[in-house]
């Protein structure tokens, strides 16, 4: 039997503890075990939360904007960052799907990673892809429901032993269910802020509201949104703005909020994050 490399040594713990995650996560509440997991896991990671561009179509509470118009959307933060790589990788499987026995969404549709560190993840995991293969493949992802991520993660450079964090920019592509940053509501709080939403961007519910709970039905990856008095809540510590609620609302009562240039500060955001080598 071929002797399996360290990332498929990885895969195969990852698979076998995601049930945990949740339990391991109410770790970093206690502080001695928050500064060693933090410094393992977490140090240097800044993910920003996209929301989806459906969403992002509705800037004004249950006014549909016209596509003539100048709209903000989101998946133009992927594009400037995917075009400014030559190439990327694109994993052959969502490890989070696939380790929650994902039966809503594609398994199929995984992770794209750009930069230096990319290049080293092994080919039974991910192959290298073209720019515009990429961009083929991060919008089957929002064709398919999913919410996307962008940002260094440290944690992914160690599961896919690619080198140094500085050298791997992650893309994922997220569905409600299985999302690893379901446990944010169970990090300490300071490290959950590493995974932030998209700057200048948040959700507001507008007196249409009916209290039908539609948005509250698996909508929420972090369960930011509830019902209490017949009307939907947001927990605005917890939201990161995915959109998601917007778009389950069948009454147009949830709505994106933009404010200033969003597209253009992530993109200020994630310049230093590029993933050259360099901090």
Aim: hydrophobic share 35%; glycine share 10%; with cysteine.
């Amino acid at each position: 039997m071929p002797r399996r490399t360290l990332s498929e040594l990885y895969v195969a713990l990852i698979k076998r503890s995601f049930g945990t995650r949740f339990a391991l996560s109410r770790l970093t509440r206690v502080p001695l075990l928050k500064r060693a997991i933090g410094k393992a896991f977490f140090d240097g990671d800044d993910m920003m939360i996209l929301p989806r561009d459906n969403a992002a179509r509705v800037i004004e509470l249950g006014i549909e904007v016209d596509p003539g118009k100048d709209v903000v959307i989101p998946s133009d933060v992927l594009r400037e960052m995917i075009l400014a790589h030559d190439g990327a990788t694109l994993m052959r499987r969502c490890i989070c799907r696939e380790s929650n026995g994902c039966e809503d969404h594609p398994r199929d549709l995984g992770c794209v990673f750009l930069g230096p560190g990319a290049e080293r993840i092994p080919e039974a995991l991910g192959r290298r892809a073209s720019s515009a293969e990429a961009l083929e493949h991060v919008q089957r992802c929002q064709d398919a429901g999913l919410v996307h991520l962008i940002g260094r993660n440290k944690l992914d450079s160690i599961w896919l032993n690619t080198g140094p964090k500085e050298e791997l920019l992650t893309i994922c592509n997220c569905c409600p269910c299985c999302c690893l940053w379901k446990m944010i509501p169970y990090l300490d709080d300071e490290l959950g802020r590493s995974i932030r939403p998209m700057p200048g961007v948040s959700v507001e519910v507008g007196e249409g509201c009916v209290g039908c709970g539609s948005c509250a039905e698996g909508s929420c990856f972090v369960d930011a949104i509830s019902l209490r008095d017949g009307r939907a809540v947001i927990d605005g510590s917890m939201c990161r703005a995915c959109g998601r609620c917007a778009e389950a609302c069948p009454h147009g009562a949830i709505a994106l909020r933009f404010e200033g240039d969003p597209t253009g500060e992530a993109l200020k955001r994630l310049e230093p994050l590029m993933s050259t080598g360099g901090q």
